[in-house]
């Protein structure tokens, strides 16, 4: 049997049972019509006191691997054996996500504008009010991506790494790299960064797909993190040492447009100066080689041959 979902205005943990697991759709603005525009909330409030736990998914539309990490996250907690409370948002960006697209109605990134405001545009109202109603509430986020169109991602983290508590945070996801990134930058992250909120950034994989691997990678470091917070009995899988710390990263874009294959695989290491893409013109003539301006390691690449001046090429991280 499927159990009923309740809307809400606001989150009353007064009114949220213990023991069990509660679905809701929490009221943020209106459509055009004066039709409620609700995003989905999955919470799992223990019978212990404890922390608020926050997972987001689906800030951008076609992030979609988030998604199931949660679904299979709430299917596997016991909240009869839970400490605090978990809060799952499988899809934060509904708008987008039933557009299929990445960015908001009026053609912003909602991940760029955190944290909107009170009297601001379509995209900032709608922003102001996911922190004023959800993540004030919380005492840790993880928020789940992916990449965007016609690029791949590695499994990787984007964490404060100069804060040790979300440091830790990162090093329990057991990524294959994480990439230093400070709070105030625009994103949830850095805006929960902003409020005290513990948060790292979880890139899970690519767009518009559900890819299991990535999914259960997932699962795993979130089980890890509860309990590390003491929020499960679970048991913890060990730390990686193998996860690859970088100090920052940046893109690669090219100068002229064309056909381009980007030469190296994601986690791959490349040297200064090796060849990292080829860019052809119409005809097939190669018109450019471009070389790795530095040591680092690929934690993203286009993989769309379609490449026009300005395009992205290549994600490279600078190992710490």
């Not at 596997?76 to 697209?101: A, F």
């Not at 994103?187 to 950034?201: N, Q």
């Not at 060849?275 to 052809?280: E, H, K, W």
Request: charged letters at 20%; aromatic letters at 6%.
């Amino acid at each position: 049997m499927i159990e009923s979902v309740k809307t809400i205005s606001a989150l009353d943990f007064t009114s949220i049972p213990r023991g069990v697991i509660s679905r809701y759709y929490l009221k943020l603005v209106e459509d055009g019509m004066g039709v409620p525009i609700q995003i989905p909330l999955m919470v799992a409030r223990g019978n212990e006191d404890g922390p608020t736990f926050g997972l987001t998914a689906a800030v951008h539309g076609n992030e979609l691997n988030g998604i199931p990490v949660i679904q299979r996250l709430f299917k596997e907690i016991d909240p009869l054996r839970l400490s605090g409370t978990v809060i799952g948002v499988p899809i934060l960006n509904v708008p987008s996500y039933l557009r299929k697209k990445r960015r908001f109605l009026d053609g912003v990134d909602l991940n760029h504008i955190m944290p909107g405001k009170k009297d601001g545009t379509v995209s900032q109202v709608y922003a102001w009010r996911v922190v004023e109603k959800l993540v004030k509430h919380f005492d840790y986020l993880l928020d789940l991506h992916t990449a965007s169109n016609g690029r791949i991602n590695s499994y990787y983290i984007r964490a404060d790494m100069s804060d040790e508590t979300v440091r830790k945070m990162a090093l329990l996801q057991n990524a294959q790299i994480i990439v230093h990134n400070p709070p105030s930058d625009g994103t949830l992250r850095g805006t929960a960064g902003e409020l005290e909120i513990p948060a790292i950034t979880l890139e899970v994989g690519n767009p518009n797909l559900f890819q299991k691997g990535m999914i259960r990678d997932g699962l795993t470091g979130i089980h890890n993190l509860l309990s590390h917070l003491r929020m499960t009995d679970s048991e913890m899988e060990e730390i990686s040492d193998e996860t690859v710390i970088c100090k920052r990263s940046f893109w690669m874009y090219s100068d002229s447009g064309g056909l381009i294959t980007v030469h190296p695989n994601v986690t791959d290491l490349v040297n200064k100066g090796d060849r990292i893409a080829t860019l052809r013109n119409i005809f097939g003539d190669i018109i450019k080689e471009y070389e790795a301006p530095c040591d680092g390691i690929v934690i993203g690449k286009s993989v769309s041959p379609v490449n026009q001046t300005g395009g992205r090429i290549l994600h490279l991280g600078i190992v710490k």
